[in-house]
């Protein structure tokens, strides 16, 4: 989330034409700390987001709406199993195990 937050922040910041250093000095920032917020890197808090959006021109509504679009974009794929499609093959063990009844399933989820 973080991530998509600066890249937000930076997008909106080149659509302006500003540098590092103007949105810096107008949110009482570093402009190292501002960097790292952009590259997601710093988990910034929300007084420093509302400064650097008051800074930018924007709201922070419009900032979180923007981010939370974006997030619909980035999402990874669900993966979506129909065990009444797979067939027992498909689904049977291979090889040596540790535990379990023969023809377990188990889903891993990271």
């Not at 890249?7 to 540098?19: H, M, S």
């Not at 590259?39 to 650097?52: N, T």
């Not at 027992?88 to 090889?95: K, L, M, S, T």
Request: include cysteine.
């Amino acid at each position: 989330m973080r991530t998509l937050l600066g890249e937000v922040l930076r997008r909106r910041r080149l659509e302006q034409g500003r540098t590092l250093a103007e949105v810096a000095r107008d949110a009482c920032v570093s402009v190292q700390y501002l960097s790292e917020v952009e590259r997601g890197r710093k988990e910034a808090s929300s007084e420093i987001v509302a400064a650097v959006c008051d800074s930018l021109g924007i709201g922070l509504a419009d900032l979180l709406a923007e981010v939370g679009r974006d997030l619909t974009v980035h999402r990874a794929p669900v993966l979506r199993l129909d065990t009444a499609r797979l067939s027992r093959a498909a689904i049977a063990p291979r090889g040596p195990r540790s535990g379990g009844v023969s023809g377990d399933v188990v889903l891993l989820a990271a």
